[in-house]
């Protein structure tokens, strides 16, 4: 991969999730999932739709692609802008991608006016991301790193301070770690390493890749 091309980090869907606000007698129930292509995220919507077929409006919108390459957004009846550019909104500002969300709308009898429709909207998405796992896509190093059981504490507390845990670990005669290192840490993490062992630390880079965390 070339680094000139890749995001550093972005959020991502861990797991999707629903929520509802009840605004003048109006439900408005959102569903968010995750869809890593523009085909996922139209089969999503439809499944909605038909699900909810006696609903008034089945709004959507959707972002594809690590730098959001791929928007999409529907008002599905509603006054144009008023609900799917607004949803949209709120997962580019929340920085999420391949990301899909419906927001279902039951009327309720009384007019909200444009100004009601998007705060509606905008709040159901919300609430739809507070019901979600969210973690975070980093581009970063599969790393091996074998020490000596003197140097093996030091080697923890370093990767402690910076919140990174091994995701492999072998004790033998020696231990030897595998770890995944954001792209930038690297060189500074193996420095530190190097130092705090005096040199009794065998650090190989394996390769780059992107990999998922939850957010804390």
């Not at 605004?23 to 499944?47: D, G, H």
């Not at 159901?124 to 190093?141: D, P």
């Not at 301070?161 to 020696?174: C, K, L």
């Not at 530190?192 to 390769?207: H, P, S, Y």
């Amino acid at each position: 991969m070339q680094k000139d091309n890749i995001i550093d980090s972005y959020r991502v869907l861990l797991s999707g999730g629903e929520g509802e606000l009840v605004e003048k007698k109006s439900r408005f129930i959102a569903t968010v999932r995750k869809c890593e292509t523009e085909e996922e995220a139209v089969s999503f919507i439809e499944e909605i739709k038909k699900k909810n077929w006696n609903a008034s409006h089945n709004c959507s919108a959707f972002v594809i692609g690590s730098r959001g390459e791929l928007t999409r957004c529907s008002d599905d009846g509603e006054p144009g802008g008023t609900a799917g550019r607004p949803m949209l909104e709120v997962l580019l500002g929340e920085g999420i991608r391949n990301a899909a969300v419906v927001v279902t709308r039951y009327f309720g009898g009384t007019l909200l006016g444009t100004g009601g429709l998007v705060r509606a909207y905008t709040q159901a998405v919300k609430e739809g991301l507070k019901a979600c796992r969210i973690g975070v896509m980093s581009y970063g190093c599969e790393v091996s790193v074998s020490t000596d059981y003197n140097g093996i504490g030091k080697i923890l507390y370093l990767l402690g301070q910076r919140g990174i845990e091994p995701v492999e670990s072998a004790y033998t005669d020696t231990v030897a770690l595998k770890l995944l290192i954001p792209y930038g840490l690297f060189e500074e993490l193996q420095k530190d390493m190097v130092e705090a062992t005096n040199g009794k630390v065998t650090i190989e880079r394996l390769r780059e890749l992107y990999y998922v965390s939850e957010e804390s």
